[in-house]
């Protein structure tokens, strides 16, 4: 029903800058909250920042000052602009969103994207 394509991964040095997208596409269904997710080599999935469709964002502590959320509604598109990456960024991100019908928009529910690789290094 809602099918998600990140991009804009890749292999950066410390410092570097990257910029993620998600694509969501569907047509039976309204996209609400968006969000980024990372999972590192051992780690559990941690949120990195979400945004709502008003624009409402919010971000773990861990991307604050650096990272940037947004999205363009028309298009069904979330970004993630990352600035000052650090090694400890290295993770697969993922992209989430939260979704219901235009026909029943008391039911939502929740998508995942097949993930980006995103790797930090010198």
């Known amino acids: 029903q809602v099918q998600l394509v990140e991009s804009g991964g890749g292999l950066v040095q410390p410092g570097g800058s990257l910029r993620l997208s998600c694509v969501a596409s569907?047509?039976?269904?309204?996209?609400?909250?968006m969000g980024w997710y990372r999972q590192a080599p051992g780690k559990q999935r941690e949120l990195v920042a979400t945004?709502?469709?008003?624009?409402?964002?919010n971000y773990a502590d861990s991307g604050k000052g650096r990272f940037t959320i947004s999205r363009d509604n028309a298009k069904n598109t979330v970004y993630l602009q990352m600035n000052s990456l650090k090694p400890e960024g290295t993770a697969v991100y993922y992209c989430?969103?939260?979704?219901?019908?235009?026909?029943?928009?008391?039911?939502?529910?929740?998508?995942w994207g097949q993930g980006t690789q995103v790797t930090v290094s010198s």
């Open positions: 569907t047509s039976a269904f309204r996209i609400n909250a």
């Open positions: 989430n969103v939260a979704a219901s019908l235009w026909s029943a928009a008391s039911s939502e529910f929740n998508y």
């Open positions: 945004i709502t469709r008003g624009a409402r964002t």
